[in-house]
């Protein structure tokens, strides 16, 4: 494993790749400290910033699965410039003095779709540079672990950064961080044609067929749809995340505890993430659906109201097995043809925030009428037992090792 660690980062294009997302995800983080700092500034409403936080993920959600796509009919070196310095121009004229809020609204939801198939791009891209299935999985456990720490540290500079220079010029440093992204991609990542068919390349009215091919492809490979089931079960696990706040209040917790609930489940993927990186290949179809199962298992527990440590603890135990994600999302990558990767990305990471956003919404609506420990326990509940499901549909599944591509006409490459 150590020499597949060499090989991995004596690539330059996986070293430029690597520093390119941690900009852009600290970017990411920034706007959205700079955006909600911006409008609380100006409205001094809870309900809009709130609202305006909301919509920096709720474009993903229509995005992803129409635009990610793409990536695939382009060059996904040019996506990737593309998107960054759309992202650049849009976080740009938010900061312009005066905006009216309902144009900083619609700026933000273009930079937002914008981001899609970059992303989808990127991750596409990775496949490319490292084509030796090892080698990927250690260089996409970088990837994951550098946006799971970003995203951190993104928060906290963004917070420093605001308070430093004010909202409007921290869009405009943040701005300056999809450039910065834009420059490493031109600069370090090399020119590969569109993984398209000559004959389909820019064919834009084909769009909608080439969205709905990629749906048809993940509708019909059993190896893809239990693979997208197993991602999904994060929705019953992640409402830890939705009910921190009262969770710790309820047990007689300040800010700390929040600040320490919120961190246990990212802080152990981490921990996990590095750890199944490591796992022999003939391991990793095998753990999946455990590991899944045992992301749910520890919020059980908080059904007796345990100290908070201890519910620290369990969420970190919890965060440790979903680390099984960054199996599965390298296995489904892997496993689907290159001309379909950044459509069927789209569609993966729409399912999964989809997901999660409904976990966290419904834990937050019981959770007005029982207590928070009892939510969460009850989600682990119903998520060990959908968990199942996904694991038996994955086991079904896993023998098959071949994927058919629809094309638009419903035929098949």
């Given at each position: 494993?150590?020499?597949?660690?060499?090989?991995?980062?004596?690539?330059?294009?996986?070293?430029?790749?690597?520093?390119?997302?941690?900009?852009?995800?600290?970017?990411?983080?920034?706007?959205?400290?700079?955006?909600s700092v911006l409008v609380f500034e100006r409205t001094r409403s809870?309900?809009?910033?709130?609202?305006?936080?909301a919509l920096t993920y709720l474009p993903d959600v229509v995005a992803g699965p129409l635009l990610s796509g793409l990536a695939d009919r382009?060059?996904?070196?040019?996506?990737?410039?593309?998107?960054?310095?759309?992202?650049?121009?849009?976080?740009?004229?938010?900061?312009?003095?005066g905006m009216p809020l309902a144009v900083v609204a619609a700026l933000l939801v273009g930079v937002q779709c914008a981001g899609a198939p970059?992303?989808?791009?990127?991750?596409?891209?990775?496949?490319?540079?490292?084509?030796?299935?090892?080698?990927?999985?250690?260089?996409?456990?970088?990837?994951?672990?550098?946006?799971q720490l970003a995203q951190v540290a993104g928060f906290a500079a963004g917070g420093v950064l605001t308070g430093w220079l004010g909202a409007s010029d921290a869009l405009l440093a943040d701005a300056g961080t999809f450039v910065l992204s834009a420059a490493l991609v031109t600069a370090g990542i090399r020119r590969r044609p569109s993984p398209a068919e000559p004959t389909d390349a820019g064919g834009m009215r084909r769009w909608w067929a080439e969205v709905s091919g990629g749906a048809r492809l993940v509708a019909r490979t059993p190896r893809l749809r239990a693979l997208l089931g197993l991602a999904c079960v994060a929705g019953f696990y992640v409402t830890v995340e939705g009910l921190a706040a009262p969770y710790a209040a309820q047990a007689g917790a300040g800010a700390v505890g929040v600040g320490l609930l919120l961190a246990a489940s990212p802080a152990g993927a981490v921990v996990g993430m590095a750890v199944v990186a490591?796992?022999?290949?003939?391991?990793?179809?095998?753990?999946?659906?455990?590991?899944?199962?045992s992301a749910c298992v520890p919020l059980l527990a908080c059904v007796v109201g345990p100290p908070l440590p201890v519910t620290v603890t369990l969420w970190a135990v919890s965060g440790m097995a979903s680390s099984y994600h960054l199996l599965a999302s390298a296995a489904y990558l892997q496993a689907v043809p290159d001309q379909r990767r950044g459509q069927a990305?789209?569609?993966?990471?729409?399912?999964?925030?989809?997901?999660?956003?409904?976990?966290?919404?419904l834990a937050g609506?019981?959770?007005?009428?029982?207590?928070?420990?009892?939510?969460?326990?009850?989600?682990?509940?119903?998520?060990?037992v959908a968990a199942v499901g996904a694991s038996v549909a994955w086991n079904h599944a896993r023998r098959t090792t071949t994927v058919t591509s629809p094309v638009p006409d419903g035929g098949a490459v």
């Open positions: 494993m150590a020499g597949e660690g060499k090989r991995l980062w004596a690539r330059g294009e996986f070293r430029v790749l690597f520093t390119a997302t941690l900009v852009s995800i600290v970017g990411d983080q920034f706007a959205r400290v700079g955006l809870a309900g809009l910033t709130a609202l305006t936080y382009w060059p996904r070196r040019t996506v990737m410039i593309a998107a960054d310095l759309l992202r650049a121009v849009g976080v740009a004229a938010m900061a312009a003095p970059g992303n989808a791009a990127r991750a596409a891209t990775a496949t490319a540079v490292l084509p030796e299935p090892d080698v990927y999985l250690r260089g996409k456990a970088a990837l994951d672990i550098v946006v490591r796992l022999p290949a003939s391991w990793r179809e095998k753990v999946m659906g455990p590991l899944a199962v990305y789209g569609i993966a990471a729409t399912a999964l925030r989809t997901s999660q956003g409904l976990g966290i919404a609506l019981v959770a007005e009428h029982a207590q928070a420990n009892v939510v969460v326990a009850a989600a682990g509940g119903v998520g060990v």
